[in-house]
Nanobody, 120 residues
Framework: QVQLVESGGGLVQAGGSLRLSCAAS????????MGWYRQAPGKERELVAT???????KYADSVKGRFTISRDNAKNTAYLQMNSLKPEDTAVYYC??????????????WGQGTQVTVSS
């Protein structure tokens, strides 16, 4: 079992910045992919950004150039630096991991979510 603890959400004005963190713990051998998804009211959950253990990243078109994902593999922690925030970035942000446990079984894990609200 893997536990994901997110932090860093909050209320910010348009144009502002926030940094989200996601710390993974538990039965972890390695985390192949760490990522962030978001879900706005009335909308489906969507990918925001992901990063592999080798450092390869992928971003949604809507956040390219504004958001940056990073990770500290030694700490099993991922970060999402969000700059130039827009009201349409308002959503619950979820951390996601694709990991192998100590028995080499694969797991997909979700955090509890952290609210990001951007006021206009």
């Amino acid at each position: 079992q893997v536990q994901l603890v997110e932090s860093g959400g909050g209320l910010v004005q348009a144009g502002g910045s926030l940094r989200l963190s996601c710390a993974a713990s538990g039965n972890i051998f390695t985390i192949n992919v760490m990522g962030w998804y978001r879900q706005a009211p009335g909308k489906e959950r969507e990918l925001v950004a992901t990063m592999t253990s080798a450092g390869s990243s992928k971003y949604a078109d809507s956040v390219k150039g504004r958001f940056t994902i990073s990770r500290d593999n030694a700490k099993n922690t991922a970060y999402l630096q969000m700059n130039s925030l827009k009201p349409e970035d308002t959503a619950v942000y979820y951390c996601n991991t694709d990991s192998l446990d100590l028995g080499f079984s694969q797991h997909t894990n979700w955090g509890q979510g952290t609210q990001v609200t951007v006021s206009s």
